[in-house]
T-cell receptor
Framework: DAKTTQPNSMESNEEEPVHLPCNHSTISGTDYIHWYRQLPSQGPEYVIHGLTSNVNNRMASLAIAEDRKSSTLILHRATLRDAAVYYCILSRGGPSGSARQLTFGSGTQLTVLP | NAGVTQTPKFQVLKTGQSMTLQCAQDMNHEYMSWYRQDPGMGLRLIHYSVGAGITDQGEVPNGYNVSRSTTEDFPLRLLSAAPSQTSVYFC???????????FGQGTRLTVV
């Protein structure tokens, strides 16, 4: 299975943008890139996903490199409530993949400073 | 709007005891799964189900059993609890081919 590499921790100031990087150099053509986050004492929460093109939703933006070997999750204005562990995950697309069998690494602990 | 509900939230077991962690979802999702999360680590897949009557093993299935008699429920059974099974357990569900998994709030299990 393709693996992802993320920094262990990052800090950001409140109301500033945050760019969370993820490397996935062994990604295959059918692997989707998912981001989940886990707030303290809660289950993981879906943030965003993409395949090739950059994606935007109400929570964040996902920028995918042209060669798909890396991606960046962008929080446009960090708030204290965004402090969480952010996981970058690859999963196979199509009927037998997508949100199934997510393989979580150790993620990036984001600290938001007031 | 319940989503994925796990019970109990906390449990302490003695070594050798058995118990069942409950998971229920009200979104009519075909796919359900169980993960465990050890301190400071990401989640690891234990078992999953693609629909009622169908289950399969994940990355760390030993010591756990599952069954799926209905679409809504996916219980996880610990056959003979061991201290190594002390962990936080999460249940998740999604549509077949869906791109978003929904997780429960977790069950914190301690085996002494």
């Amino acid at each position: 299975d393709a693996k992802t590499t993320q920094p262990n921790s990052m800090e950001s100031n409140e109301e500033e943008p945050v760019h969370l990087p993820c490397n996935h150099s062994t990604i295959s053509g059918t692997d989707y890139i998912h981001w989940y986050r886990q707030l303290p004492s809660q289950g993981p929460e879906y943030v965003i996903h993409g395949l090739t093109s950059n994606v935007n939703n109400r929570m964040a933006s996902l920028a995918i490199a042209e060669d798909r070997k890396s991606s960046t999750l962008i929080l446009h204005r960090a708030t204290l409530r965004d402090a969480a562990v952010y996981y970058c995950i690859l999963s196979r697309g199509g009927p037998s993949g997508s949100a199934r069998q997510l393989t979580f690494g150790s993620g990036t602990q984001l600290t938001v400073l007031p | 709007n319940a989503g994925v509900t796990q019970t109990p939230k906390f449990q302490v077991l003695k070594t050798g005891q058995s118990m069942t962690l409950q998971c229920a979802q009200d979104m009519n999702h075909e796919y359900m799964s169980w993960y465990r999360q050890d301190p400071g680590m990401g989640l690891r897949l234990i078992h999953y189900s693609v629909g009622a009557g169908i289950t399969d093993q994940g990355e760390v299935p030993n010591g756990y059993n599952v069954s799926r008699s209905t679409t809504e429920d996916f219980p996880l059974r610990l056959l003979s609890a061991a201290p190594s099974q002390t962990s936080v357990y999460f249940c998740a569900s999604s549509y077949t081919g869906g791109t978003e998994a929904f997780f429960g709030q977790g069950t914190r299990l301690t085996v002494v």
